[in-house]
């Protein structure tokens, strides 16, 4: 009986140790399955208005073209580094708008054309205007609309660290525009080729327009078999003398001289009618406008900040320029 029972006992320690036995690779699986702790991956921090530039709405840039702006990695540590204490605009209210230059620039050995960022910062109390000015070659006429009608208008910018908004001793306030790339298919041809030709429109009441004092009229004379593109300044050409010109070069047809001719005195009178306007509307301007506003529109500062040079960015140090456009005409500073 006792051996009887020692051999039940001695099975029953076999099954046991052959339980623990058949269990013990399940628990090295387990030891296997578990997935070492992996480094933390850590990644630079956003700088608070690292993203200003790109909040920013490129006015008058051709709608193909906007993905290409981004291509390269465009810093504008100089922008954010003009709002900090001692920068150009630190402490001041603002006004920043967006707009594109197509330049020649060289980048890791290639030529390339390429459409450069550039951010106009405007010092001033107030919206330096409501309106946006469109004008190309094509059109004959140029064209001030509200903002609105564009869907574009200033907006306050908020930083990337909303809890720094009170910290910003500057107010900031960009050019935004809400009209939705997606939409675009749903416009006429005309109303999307408005949004490219688009220009911020700026009005100094205390120094005469470029225009009030021009001489010169675009031409874009309808001829067959294709219009007559060309300048006429009535202080500088003779008009006989002019259309017999464009005859010898065969840019207009000899029938067509005393036509072209009535053309372009029309054109001039035109023209000379609107600088009358504009310089006895600024002259009401001035009359009706208050004391302060004159000061303000006194000390408004236009400051032009392009890209910094970075190793992932194309040098544009040598196509920098201090014109903004033919409303703002030129910067008192490029950065």
């Given at each position: 009986?006792?051996?009887?029972?020692?051999?039940?006992a001695?099975?029953?320690?076999e099954?046991?140790?052959?339980?623990?036995?058949?269990?013990?690779?399940?628990?090295?699986?387990?030891?296997?399955?578990?997935?070492?702790?992996?480094?933390?991956?850590?990644?630079?921090?956003?700088?608070?208005?690292?993203?200003?530039?790109?909040?920013?709405?490129?006015?008058?840039?051709?709608?193909?073209?906007?993905?290409?702006?981004y291509?390269?990695k465009?810093?504008?540590?100089?922008?954010?580094?003009?709002?900090?204490?001692?920068?150009?605009?630190?402490?001041?209210?603002?006004?920043?708008?967006?707009?594109?230059?197509p330049?020649?620039?060289?980048?890791?050995?290639?030529?390339?054309?390429?459409?450069?960022?550039?951010?106009?910062?405007?010092?001033?109390?107030?919206?330096?205007?409501?309106?946006?000015?469109?004008?190309?070659?094509?059109?004959?006429?140029?064209?001030?609309?509200?903002?609105?009608?564009?869907?574009?208008?200033?907006?306050?910018?908020?930083?990337?660290?909303?809890?720094?908004?009170?910290?910003?001793?500057?107010?900031?306030?960009?050019?935004?525009?809400?009209?939705?790339?997606?939409?675009?298919?749903?416009?006429?041809i005309?109303?999307?080729?408005?949004?490219?030709?688009?220009?911020?429109?700026f009005?100094?009441?205390?120094?005469?327009?470029?225009?009030?004092?021009?001489?010169?009229?675009?031409?874009?004379?309808?001829?067959?078999?294709?219009?007559?593109?060309?300048?006429?300044?009535?202080?500088?050409?003779?008009?006989?003398?002019?259309?017999?010109?464009?005859?010898?070069e065969?840019?207009?047809?000899?029938?067509?001289?005393?036509?072209?001719?009535?053309?372009?005195?029309?054109?001039?009178?035109?023209?000379?009618?609107?600088?009358?306007?504009?310089?006895?509307?600024?002259?009401?301007?001035?009359?009706?406008?208050?004391?302060?506003?004159?000061?303000?529109?006194?000390?408004?500062?236009?400051?032009?900040f392009?890209?910094?040079?970075?190793?992932?960015?194309?040098?544009?140090?040598?196509?920098?320029?201090?014109?903004?456009?033919?409303?703002?005409?030129?910067?008192?500073?490029?950065?």
């Open positions: 009986m006792r051996r009887a029972s020692k051999r039940k001695t099975k029953k320690g099954a046991k140790s052959s339980e623990e036995h058949q269990r013990a690779p399940s628990r090295a699986k387990r030891v296997k399955a578990s997935k070492p702790k992996s480094e933390p991956e850590f990644f630079p921090d956003q700088r608070n208005l690292e993203d200003l530039w790109k909040a920013v709405f490129p006015v008058g840039t051709e709608w193909d073209q906007l993905d290409s702006v291509e390269y465009w810093e504008f540590s100089n922008l954010e580094k003009a709002f900090e204490e001692g920068g150009e605009l630190y402490g001041k209210k603002v006004y920043l708008f967006g707009c594109t230059e330049q020649l620039v060289f980048f890791k050995g290639e030529a390339k054309v390429i459409c450069i960022p550039v951010v106009v910062a405007v010092v001033s109390p107030f919206p330096p205007s409501d309106k946006i000015g469109i004008n190309s070659v094509q059109r004959e006429a140029e064209e001030i609309v509200p903002m609105k009608q564009m869907k574009m208008d200033w907006v306050p910018y908020i930083p990337l660290e909303d809890s720094r908004v009170d910290k910003l001793k500057s107010q900031i306030f960009m050019l935004s525009c809400t009209q939705r790339r997606a939409a675009l298919k749903h416009l006429k005309d109303r999307v080729k408005k949004y490219e030709y688009c220009l911020p429109y009005y100094q009441p205390l120094k005469e327009d470029e225009l009030e004092q021009s001489t010169i009229v675009q031409i874009i004379f309808p001829a067959e078999p294709k219009p007559v593109f060309c300048e006429f300044d009535w202080e500088l050409d003779e008009l006989e003398e002019f259309t017999n010109d464009l005859i010898k065969e840019e207009l047809s000899g029938d067509q001289k005393e036509a072209f001719k009535d053309y372009v005195k029309e054109k001039v009178r035109e023209a000379k009618k609107a600088n009358r306007e504009a310089r006895e509307a600024r002259k009401k301007v001035l009359e009706e406008m208050s004391e302060e506003t004159k000061a303000a529109f006194g000390s408004m500062k236009f400051y032009k392009y890209p910094v040079k970075t190793p992932d960015s194309p040098d544009i140090s040598n196509v920098k320029a201090p014109f903004i456009n033919r409303y703002y005409g030129k910067a008192h500073m490029v950065l």
